[in-house]
């Protein structure tokens, strides 16, 4: 019998799907902003052109919303799947990334107070996501392979998974709980 390909809700696919692209946005915007007015730590080499603050910030106004329901879905529905380490440090770091960047003000690096506690709590959140991204995605190849990790990336959606259930879902969920 071929093996059973793994599959993952169509809701968690699509929050984590926004987290997949909406992550690496910030992340290299944040990297540019960094590069361009700080740099204490080594810089580009060359300054990007552009209004990166308000790129970075953009990304971010688009991030929050995202983050919180998916952080919301994974300590409900996909609160089995945080048993993998890998998993809970993920949305730990994806936490306090949005969180001290909701607390930023970009007045401060455009009149150079680089300072900040908050600033400091951000570009530590920024580091942690880098690296617990590239832990998450080695335990999710080594635990299940390409199988596993492209069963997040599939568009395909069984019968019983169509948008219109999702309400079902979560009320499903809470019921279990009462
Ligand atoms: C870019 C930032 C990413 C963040 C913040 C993130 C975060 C998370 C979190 C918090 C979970 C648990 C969800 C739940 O409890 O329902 C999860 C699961 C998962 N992620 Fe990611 N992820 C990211 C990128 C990726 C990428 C690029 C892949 C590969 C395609 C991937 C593949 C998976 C898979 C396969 C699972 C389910 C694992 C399991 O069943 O244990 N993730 N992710």
Known sequence: MPPVSPYQPSLLRLL?????????????????????????????????????????GTFGVLLWP???LFALYA???GRSRLRQAANAAALIALVLAVGSGK????AWLRSGQLDHLVYGAHLTAWLL?????????????RRGGRALASSMLQLQVRANDQPRHWPSQVKTWFQRRA
Do not use: K
Not at 34 to 39: A, I, K, L
Not at 103 to 106: I, K, R, S
């Open 16 to 56: 984590h799907g926004a987290m997949v692209v909406l992550v690496p946005l910030c992340w290299l915007s944040g990297f540019v902003v960094y590069s361009n007015q700080d740099g204490r730590w080594g810089r580009l080499a060359w300054v990007i052109p552009g209004e990166w603050i308000d790129i970075h």
């Open 66 to 68: 995202l983050a919180l």
């Open 75 to 77: 300590l409900s529905l």
């Open 103 to 106: 607390l930023m003000n970009e």
């Open 129 to 141: 996501i880098a690296a617990v991204v590239i832990w998450h995605l080695t335990a999710v190849l």
